[in-house]
């Protein structure tokens, strides 16, 4: 590698590694690697999860550039002073658990790089403990609910719509062939249920299914061993009542919070506007702190009432009530070019509220 290349990749290498160690008190080459943006933290998961069979696989770059910067990052780890420390990463397997493969040659002492860790000094043993119990745990199994019908790939069993899957290593497995068939399929919906099953249960997997409205996979639920879940209910049974005060404690709670904010911030949209109707006022404030809703009002800056977030939710209410936006857009005119019609008209009740 050229020396002005091999200087730029190790500025990388440190700005990556600095920023985590900042951020953790521990670095990992998966760390360093995604923060050099050579690798997908969605594809690290999938690694994690065993549907891709080794990490080098799908990191960018050739070899040569990644065994160049996992040494320019263990070099960087020494001079540092850090701690190295091994830890095994594993995935979820029929037979309990499998060691993951980071390398395509599969050499150890490559393995070994790629699982060594390098942590801060200033870290207690106690944390440094827990942090490699913590990575060192397996994923859980992610099974697929089937949209579309199939066949196992190992007993070539047919599998209808909406039975379950596990993929592993790219290839469908029905239930019995992953040695899950012994669990039941808790649907998601009970927190506490969820919770305690999972907890009480010896294994547990995720069901997921694909969202074609979406475009993404959504979780349906938990398979649990049938001991945790009897468990589980069992204790929900009994404090039900007890449950059902403290959601009604929580519920008036929050909505003693949310009167408040909305309050506050119509008072500070009445401030910044002081031509703004009451009503008007009232409206946009109560229209933007909806919990949950994801508006502007809802964000660290809408709480917090700062007034570029509440400019924003007044321009978004003017924008909608009092312009055409809203029949420009069911009109199927692109949301950019309706934003730009009524953008003279938006700033004009703006300024005018102002005074």
Known sequence: MHPDNESELKNRVVQAAEATLSRQQYVS??????????????????WRKGRIDFLERVIQGNLNKISLSMSLFRQWAQAKGLKPSETRYVRSARS???????SKSGDPGIERSYRTHYVSPALSQRNQE?????LSKAALPVVFQVVR???CSECDAEMARNSFLLMEADKPLCLPCARLDD?????SGEAALTRRAAKYSGRTAVVVRFSKTR??????????????????????????NERAAARARGAA???KQDGELVARMTKQIADLFPGCPPRDAAAIAQHTAVRGSGRVGRTAAGRKLEEPALVLAVAAAVRHKHTKYDALLAGGMERSLARQQVAHQ???IMEAWRQ
């Open 29 to 46: 080459a998966i760390d360093v690697l995604c923060g050099m943006g050579l690798l997908v933290p969605t594809q690290v998961e999938s």
């Open 96 to 102: 309990g658990t499998a060691d993951l493969r980071f």
């Open 130 to 134: 827990r942090l490699k119990e913590k």
């Open 149 to 151: 019908d199939t066949r």
């Open 183 to 187: 669990l039941e399929f808790l649907p």
């Open 215 to 240: 475009g993404r996979y959504e979780r349906q639920g938990i398979l649990v061993e049938a001991a945790g879940l009897e468990k589980a209910e069992q204790e929900c049974t009994a404090d039900a």
């Open 253 to 255: 709670q929050r909505r």
């Open 346 to 348: 938006v700033h004009a």
